[in-house]
């Protein structure tokens, strides 16, 4: 199927997304902070957390009365070293960057800090935070819960989110090595992604009832939102090709992102009540920080981090493979890119944003497809 990709200036969908933010509620200094996380999703390639979840994540469930346009950031409780913040159901993004604010600061005085979140939204790609400590000279760590969508090992049910274990270091590269994916094989926004652009997912991404590989990514999506299909944990289906891993590891940071600031976990993080109502999702997150400095020379340390990735990508290369990559690299490459082709966006974002120019009355944006 022709998708008729155009490319669209990143600058032009912040500011665009921003002004629609402001439409819906979100006050104005908010509204650039969400707009920013987005579209940075874009610029790095991540083109399943960007503008494509623009509506249906965020605007959709401000306009759903589930999420608070106006972010009320309570401090329940704090140390030294810690803190548990409250969210109150307010934009994710400006809870997300605000706690790992927090997080950096209290790293800076003491030599760590971590803050943990409950009762959040969506914040977006975990990248964005741990990128905001790595370019602070620190080590960030970072991880949310999400609605169920990953079975456990041997199980069909979606129990657990796609769970992000992001950390982001900084080294004396141009990019900082940043880890950031689901403990999914796959995750909800790279299938709404495959949806989109009308492409059949790989085997092994999605299980139905049976245990069997879904492929449809619209099968897949409804059966998503009913309980009747999910994500398999990293590793794959059963425990073969150590999918019991992935699981150990959604469940490590679903004890995280719930255990600690007592927060809402699995089920009742469906964004549903019994009678299927939506309500608010709840979610949790967590932010630590080190600082590197507390235990050798910055220099040193990021020079050190620079040789290891170097020399693995310098190592023998797979026959047919002429590069071996690091994490971050790609993103970094796409950014690099991008920043001069701009985002891509084909047929479905081209309609959603003509759609929202128009529902917003922001006649004043033109784009490329117009």
């Given at each position: 199927m022709a998708l008729n990709i155009v490319y669209e200036s990143s600058d032009?969908?912040?500011?665009?997304?921003?002004?629609?933010?402001?439409?819906?509620?979100?006050?104005?200094e908010d509204a650039a902070v969400c707009?920013?996380?987005?579209?940075?999703?874009?610029?790095?390639?991540?083109?399943?957390?960007?503008?494509?979840?623009?509506?249906?994540?965020?605007?959709?469930?401000?306009?759903?009365?589930?999420?608070?346009?106006?972010?009320?950031?309570?401090v329940v409780r704090e140390g030294p070293t810690t803190a548990v913040v409250d969210g109150h159901d307010g934009m994710g993004q400006v809870i997300g960057k605000r706690s790992m604010q927090m997080a950096?600061?209290?790293?800076?005085?003491?030599?760590?800090?971590?803050?943990?979140?409950?009762?959040?939204?969506?914040?977006?790609?975990?990248?964005?935070?741990a990128t905001m400590a790595a370019g602070a000279d620190m080590i960030g760590m970072t991880g949310t819960n999400a609605r169920p969508s990953i079975a456990p090992t041997f199980g069909v049910e979606n129990m657990l989110g796609t769970n992000p274990l992001t950390i982001g270091i900084p080294s004396d590269e141009a990019f900082p090595f940043v880890l950031d994916c689901a403990t999914a094989v796959s995750q909800r926004g790279k299938i709404e992604h495959y949806e989109r652009i009308s492409k059949t997912m790989p085997e092994g991404w999605v299980i139905d009832q049976e245990g069997k590989s879904e492929t449809d990514p619209s099968v897949a999506l409804k059966g998503l939102t009913d309980g009747t299909s999910a994500l398999t944990p990293l590793g794959g289906i059963g425990d073969e090709t150590a999918?019991?891993?992935?699981?150990?590891?959604?469940?490590?940071?679903?004890?995280?992102?719930?255990?600690?600031?007592?927060?809402?976990?699995?089920?009742?993080?469906?964004?549903?009540?019994?009678?299927?109502?939506?309500?608010?999702?709840?979610?949790?997150?967590?932010?630590?920080?080190?600082?590197?400095?507390?235990?050798?020379e910055l220099?040193?340390?990021?020079?050190?981090?620079?040789?290891?990735?170097?020399?693995?990508?310098?190592?023998?290369?797979?026959?047919?493979?002429?590069?071996?990559?690091?994490?971050?690299?790609?993103e970094y490459i796409a950014k690099t890119s991008r920043s001069k082709q701009g985002i891509p966006l084909n047929d479905s974002l081209k309609n959603m944003l003509r759609a929202m120019r128009e529902e917003y009355k922001l006649d004043s944006y033109k784009f490329s497809f117009d």
């Open positions: 032009k969908l912040e500011a665009f997304m921003k002004d629609v933010f402001i439409k819906v509620g979100v006050p104005a707009a920013e996380v987005l579209i940075e999703s874009d610029k790095r390639g991540i083109d399943s957390h960007g503008i494509g979840r623009f509506k249906p994540i965020y605007i959709d469930r401000i306009k759903d009365g589930i999420q608070n346009p106006v972010t009320r950031f309570e950096i600061d209290k790293a800076k005085k003491y030599g760590m800090g971590m803050v943990v979140v409950r009762n959040s939204t969506h914040y977006g790609i975990a990248g964005y935070y999918g019991y891993k992935g699981y150990g590891y959604a469940t490590a940071v679903e004890i995280m992102s719930a255990a600690l600031q007592q927060g809402r976990f699995l089920k009742a993080l469906s964004g549903a009540d019994e009678n299927g109502n939506k309500i608010p999702y709840g979610l949790g997150h967590f932010f630590i920080v080190i600082d590197i400095s507390a235990f050798v220099d040193k340390f990021k020079k050190t981090t620079g040789d290891i990735l170097r020399e693995l990508r310098a190592s023998k290369k797979m026959p047919g493979r002429d590069r071996i990559y690091t994490a971050g690299e790609l």
